[in-house]
């Protein structure tokens, strides 16, 4: 069950309207690294895990990733003002001052349309926690991008807290990792021969030899627990 609470997880103000960058931030809304990507991966991965803490975790962070939504989607709102001048609008955003009426759509700052085809689902838990944490990681990459691209102080306080929060998922996905790293698709990892063998293609040099000695699978060192609010 999901409820939803007026306020918004954080504070989100513009100093003034800036709807080329609400283009740009469309990108978080709609695109491939995006909120909405986030948590339909992660719902879509959510149904089939039986451990109940990591279950509870991913519904946690699910939950997040819509609020963030509505967070990015307020200021997109924010930043494209109050008046429809479509000659003036930038590329990626012409269809929110002819179509939506300057409301955020679910596209990417170029426009296209947000698609399932971005959500990745395995059934392997290791293997989708893993996508989980280089998701994570994309994420946060794209909104540093985007920080450095705004003089707008409430929008970069706004993308700081959410850059921070993709870290503090990537550190959650981590530790449900450490729960299950010898289970899946990661069980006997490096056992057969043909895992161990390492083809030099490269030439001249061989920097690596023809084995791979004591091959292991994906680990993380234990993060710090995240504080809890």
């Known amino acids: 069950m999901f409820k939803h609470e007026k ?10 309207p800036n709807p080329t960058y609400a ?3 469309q990108e978080q809304i ?27 975790v991913f519904m946690d962070i699910i ?15 924010m930043l494209n003002g109050h008046d429809l001048q479509a000659p003036a609008a930038s590329v990626g955003n012409i269809e929110s001052h002819v179509l939506t009426g300057l409301n955020p759509m679910l596209t990417n700052a170029s426009g296209q349309l947000w698609t399932a085809a971005y959500v990745n689902v395995t059934g392997d ?8 944490i280089a998701a994570e990681q994309r994420a946060k990459v794209v909104y540093e991008y985007l920080h450095r691209q705004i003089n707008d102080k409430h929008v970069r306080q706004m993308i700081d807290f959410l850059l921070n929060r993709e870290e503090a998922h990537n550190t959650m996905f981590r530790e449900c990792f450490q729960k299950i790293e010898d289970t899946g698709s990661n069980r006997d990892w490096g056992i057969d021969k043909d895992a161990r063998l390492y083809f030099n293609l490269s030439s ?26």
């Open 7 to 16: 306020q918004l997880l954080e504070i989100v103000k513009v100093e003034r």
């Open 23 to 25: 283009a740009m931030l």
């Open 30 to 56: 709609g695109g491939p690294q995006g909120e909405l990507k986030a948590a339909m991966q992660y719902f879509s991965q959510s149904t089939r895990i039986k451990d109940p803490a990591i279950k509870d």
């Open 63 to 77: 939950a997040e990733e819509l609020s963030h939504l509505e967070m990015v989607s307020t200021a997109v709102n």
């Open 125 to 132: 838990l290791a293997a989708d926690l893993l996508s989980n």
């Open 204 to 229: 001249p040099g061989n920097f690596v030899g023809s084995e791979l000695h004591n091959p292991q699978h994906p680990s993380f060192n234990a993060p710090q627990n995240p504080p809890q609010h």
